[in-house]
């Protein structure tokens, strides 16, 4: 599995500064769950679909002091061997945080499928 993220207009991913905010813990963690990601796909017990988004999952990453909910979708050029992150998002008392995350990343995807969002390559760091 390949993962894309969005590139911000100096051409920097957008995910890849989300994940640098979280605490040194909750990066440990998100990046062991993107490895296992890497590995498997979509297979993982973690990818979960987004409720009225039929396009979009999420990645329910729990830490000990975070709920970390990543906004993905396979594809949307190769639904088989890519998943582009498309927002970083958490959770709070079973909401949003943000509260239109999930309107937020579909309107990336949809900007990504009408190439009005540039997509670059997302390496997981290495332990």
């Not at 979280?22 to 679909?49: C, H, N, P, Q, Y």
């Not at 050029?77 to 498309?86: R, S």
Request: charged residues 30%; contains cysteine; proline residues 6%.
């Amino acid at each position: 599995m390949r993962f894309w993220q969005l590139a911000d207009g100096r051409g920097d991913g957008e995910f890849a500064a989300w994940r640098d905010g979280l605490s040194k813990t909750d990066r440990a963690i998100l990046d062991e769950k993107m490895r296992a990601l890497e590995r498997l796909g979509a297979a993982v017990g973690f990818w979960k679909g987004v409720t009225g988004y039929g396009r979009l999952n999420k990645l329910r990453i729990q830490t000990p002091t975070t709920a970390l909910r990543p906004i993905v979708c396979k594809g949307p050029e190769d639904v088989e061997n890519e998943i582009t992150l498309l927002y970083g998002a958490v959770e709070e008392n079973f909401a949003w945080k943000p509260a239109d995350a999930p309107v937020r990343a579909e309107g990336l995807r949809r900007a990504i499928i009408a190439k009005q969002r540039r997509r670059i390559p997302y390496k997981v760091p290495k332990p």
